[in-house]
């Protein structure tokens, strides 16, 4: 997805160049995954995981897919309102979690658009939560954010390995409840 014009222009979020960028990246994240299902993957198995830029091409290729996935995880990823435009193909019952997770102090993203956003795609069926944490544009640094990003992985992994999960260096991830 394109940053910058031919003439290193920081472009806007959301310009017409920047939605040409967001759909060549969804088209090529497609045929990836076309390619690990004729290797045998199941769709499900199949998690994504994005920050930024990389985040929001996460949740467009999430929200548009008729895959079903196993999930997906944004970290400071923009979420536009003409996503709330498209067609959803993720129905209710086969809804892939996704997890935003943003900083409350992020200069980069609108935390009152992304809940507007957010809000109306979870109306139309999509399984989207919004974490907030004090930080801004970046990758996640504290215990909390962590877990939340965990829960939402251990909530949906179907497969285990017995193996593995016997090396001291390996430990488990699993569901915590929310608080109250």
Known sequence: MDSFDESGNLLQLGCESHIR?????????????????RCGWDSRDVYMFGFSQGGTVVLDFVISTS????????????????HTKKEHRQTKGEAAPLLLTLG??????????????????????????ISEFERGHGMPNTKDEMRTIHGVLSSRFRLRNIALEKDPDVYEVSQLEKDA
């Open 21 to 37: 960028g967001l759909s060549r990246c969804r088209k090529l994240v497609h045929k990836l995954i076309q390619r690990l299902s």
């Open 104 to 129: 409350c102090k992020d200069p980069n993203v609108s935390m009152q658009n992304a809940r507007q956003v957010a809000k109306k795609l979870r109306s139309s069926g999509l399984n989207l939560e």
């Open 67 to 82: 895959f079903s996935m196993g999930g997906a995880i944004s970290v400071s990823g923009p979420l536009f309102e003409w």
